[in-house]
Nanobody, 120 residues
Framework: QVQLVESGGGLVQPGGSLRLSCAASGTKTSLDIMGWYRQTAGKERDLVAYMTTGGVTEYADSVKGRFTISRDNSKNTVYLQMNSLEPEDTAVYYC??????????????WGQGTRVTVSS
């Protein structure tokens, strides 16, 4: 069973930076898509960024130019470098991975979440 473990969250002042990490275990091959979502209490989870095994990336408009996603495929680890953090970035950040099996059939995995608080 694939498991995702996040780390790196915490409290940071506006304008500061954090680097989140997510390590996947339980798989012998690279996960097709790995990325990050975030969720605020009472709201749905929103995509922050993702990266495919081949290096294709996608970012939410709200984080473009500030956040950078990267992967170490040999270690099945994904990172999120967050710069110029704003109070609006405060949320629980969840690591997500998708293993495509066939057409629209896939396995999806979630980490336990790591809290990011941006406040002065």
């Amino acid at each position: 069973q694939v498991q995702l473990v996040e780390s790196g969250g915490g409290l940071v002042q506006p304008g500061g930076s954090l680097r989140l990490s997510c390590a996947a275990s339980g798989t012998k091959t690279s996960l097709d898509i790995m990325g990050w979502y975030r969720q605020t209490a009472g709201k749905e989870r929103d995509l922050v960024a993702y990266m495919t095994t081949g290096g294709v990336t996608e970012y939410a408009d709200s984080v473009k130019g500030r956040f950078t996603i990267s992967r170490d495929n040999s270690k099945n680890t994904v990172y999120l470098q967050m710069n110029s953090l704003e109070p609006e970035d405060t949320a629980v950040y969840y690591c997500n991975a998708e293993e495509i099996l066939y057409m629209t059939i896939s396995n999806k995995y979630w980490g336990q979440g790591t809290r990011v608080t941006v406040s002065s």
